[in-house]
Each structure stands twice: as C-alpha cells, then as structure tokens.
C-alpha cells in the first residue's frame, strides 16, 4: 500500500528545493552515494522516524531485492527479481510521491544459478546518470536504459562466473569505462565495458594462487573504486586473499595486497593519499597502505592492519581523523585512521549486512532482522546515542539521501523519510 503526499506537502518540497543547486551534494547515483564513501551533507535529513512519523510515502517494492536505491534528480531506481531469479527488473519512482513510474522486467534467465535465500538475485546497486541507468545482475545480466522512457540501449548476458551464493558486487564508472568485478567460486576476473555500447574494452584474470581452498574462499562481492594517487589513475578491486590495482585504460594489474580473507563486500575508501579497504570474512582485518609501487606491495606499503569489530558486509565510514564502521555482529567502532587504533567501540545488538551511512555528522546503521535503525553522532571522543527508530520490516539495503529526504529500503517497502 503506498500512502501518498498531499498536494500542499508536494508543493512545499518543490518550494524548498529539489532544483540544481552546484553547491549541493552529487546526487546519490551509485553504491555508497555521488561521493562513492557513504557520505553526505545534504541538509533536512529526520534524525527521528517512524510509521507514524516522518513519513512522506511508502511504496511497496514487490519480489525480493537488495540492491540500494539510487538517485537523479527526482527519481528514485532499484532492483528487485522474483525468489526463483526468473524475472530480473529495474523500478523507477517519483522522489516526491513514491508513484513508480516505471516497472520493467530486463532479464528471463531460464535457469538462473543457485542463490542462498541470505541474498537475492538483485543485490547489486544500479548506477544512474543523466539520461542513462546501467542495472547489473552478475553474470545473470546487465544493461543500460534509457532513464526516461526505461528503454533497453544495450545487454551482456556473456560475462560468466559461479557466484556460488548469488551475485552482490555493484556497479562503478569513470569516463565511459565501467568496471565490474566477476569473483565466483569457479573464476575470478575484473571486466571493463564500453558504459555506451557495451563492449568489452578488456577482461583481466585475478590470478590468486588459492593453493587448496575450496569454492566458498575464492567469491567475493565488492564494488570497483577509481582513484588518482600521485598521477596515477588506478582502479581498486578487494577480493578474496587480496586487493588489486588496474590500470583503468588496459586492465593491466599494477599492485597487490595479499591479506587473506573472502566474501569482501565493502569498497575501498580513499583520503589524503591513503587507501583503507577491509578483507572480507575469515581474517576480518581493517587495512591502511599507500596506494603506489609495483607488483607485491605488502610487505612494503601497508601502514597498519586491525582486527577488532572490523565488518565483512557492511562498508566504512570516514569522518575527520576517524573510520567509523559497524560489525556483521553489531558492535559499532570509531577507529583513528592514522594509527588504527580504537577509540570506542559500542555494542548496539542485532546482526548488519546493510551499509551505514554518514550525513550531517550523524551515522545511520539498519539492522537486518527487527526494523531498527540506530543513529549515534560522529564523534571521536566517545559513542553518543541519537536515536533508535524502528519500521514494520528489517533491512538488507544501504540507505540513499537526496536533499531534505532520507531514503530506505526495507525488504517490503520503499520509504520516503522527511522533515
């Protein structure tokens, strides 16, 4: 059931603003947000929420999807599939209203490949820009639209690897050149498409030497992230036992981290020179290292490593001179991000897969089994409690913000948070 703005509340949000103004944020057009860390300063954003309270819309999102929501403008797009991965489709809703204005199905896989019911057939993030929405299914399917009339410009069903568990890595685009990581059980590679056309600019081998490790430690999920360091453009891609750097233009592998690990999820977060990435389940490390030199760098560039709370699903965050993060297993942790050291940790209780979120010095974390979204401040000097809102259903999605609105997926519903 969705419940609609009344005229008078859509005209104020138009009079409030909702128009191009280049002071604000990007919009929220990808995984992680226009600023590719989480982060944002968009102004209005409701610390407290409820059904009740707050709500400008909800929309139900039909089948079952994990994917984030995205945003242009004034439209909202997701994912979602049927249980079985059958039907794969894009939604588009209207920012003000929650209407869904668009509502296609892209891919049929007659015999789509195992996915645990952990995850689902549509967890990958899309990416929009203007006039364009690129949807990704892993190697199920992905494709580019037209974003006005949902029109399919061109697909890839080609792209093969055995997720295992189900696909979970999101798009990332610099330029025209998209990158998507494709780290199955079986086969691990990093592809480049033309983001116009389609085409495959180059396809590289992550060539890990996994020595006797079954399958389940060679996946991965994480999403590409495209950096300058030095002059270097380099494209980061975490995966299983390590984190490798391409150049964007040819795919050649510039440097590894080997750090163990598998199942890594969370893209890595550049500032001032440093990379800070995590290495997924199984050794649960947090890492530090410059990102330069040549071929094995890690006995050489890593400045520190931590273990304690680090997260394998959800990402992390910075703020200031801190890595704020919270753990699969609810603890939330501030950590200094010259040293690694902790400076607090909380347990909040609950299990996370959801990303967190960081606007206007407020961290927003949503739990994936009670509804409950806690928000605490951004603060080094110790965990500061803002609130604790609950909704009728748990999360799986990372929220999305577009000025004066915050936006949340549950696994039923779309909601529109505002002040």
Known sequence: MRHLLSLSTVCLLYTIGLGNDPDRDPDWNQFRGGHGDGTASFTGIPTTWSETQHVAWKTAIWGKGWSSPVVWKNRIWLTTATVDGKRLAVLCLNRQTGAVLHDKIIFTPDNPQYCHPFNSYASSTPWV??????????????????????????????????????????????????????????????????????????????????????????????????????????????????????????????????????????????????????????????????????????????????????????????????????????????VDIETGRTRWSQRLGGKYSASPILVDKRVFCCEEEQGICHVFAADPAGYRALATNKLEASFMASPAVADKMLILRTKTHLYGITE
């Open 129 to 334: 820009e203007d006039g364009r929405v690129y949807v990704h299914f892993g190697s199920l399917g992905t494709a580019c639209l037209n974003a006005d009339t949902c029109a399919v410009i061109w697909k890839r069903t080609d792209l093969p690897c055995n997720h295992f568990r189900g696909p979970a890595s999101s798009i990332a685009i610099d330029g025209n050149r998209m990158f998507l990581p494709f780290d199955g059980s079986d086969i691990q590679y990093v592809a480049a498409l033309d983001k116009r056309t389609g085409e495959t600019l180059w396809r590289t081998d992550r060539n890990v030497d996994f020595g006797d490790k079954p399958g389940p430690y060679r996946k991965a999920y994480s999403t590409a992230r495209v950096i300058t360091h030095e002059g270097r453009k380099q494209v980061i891609i975490p995966g299983a036992m390590a984190t490798m750097s391409y150049d964007p233009a040819s795919g050649q592998e510039l440097w590894r981290v080997i750090h163990g690990g598998a199942n890594v999820s969370c893209p890595p977060l550049f500032h001032q020179g440093v990379l800070y990435f995590t290495s997924g389940d199984v050794t649960n490390r947090l890492l530090a290292m410059i990102p330069a030199g040549q071929g094995n760098i890690t006995q050489t560039h890593i400045k520190w490593s931590m273990m304690r709370g680090v997260p394998s699903r959800p990402s992390v965050l910075r703020a200031g001179s801190s890595i704020y993060m919270v753990s699969n297993s609810g603890v939330a942790s501030c």
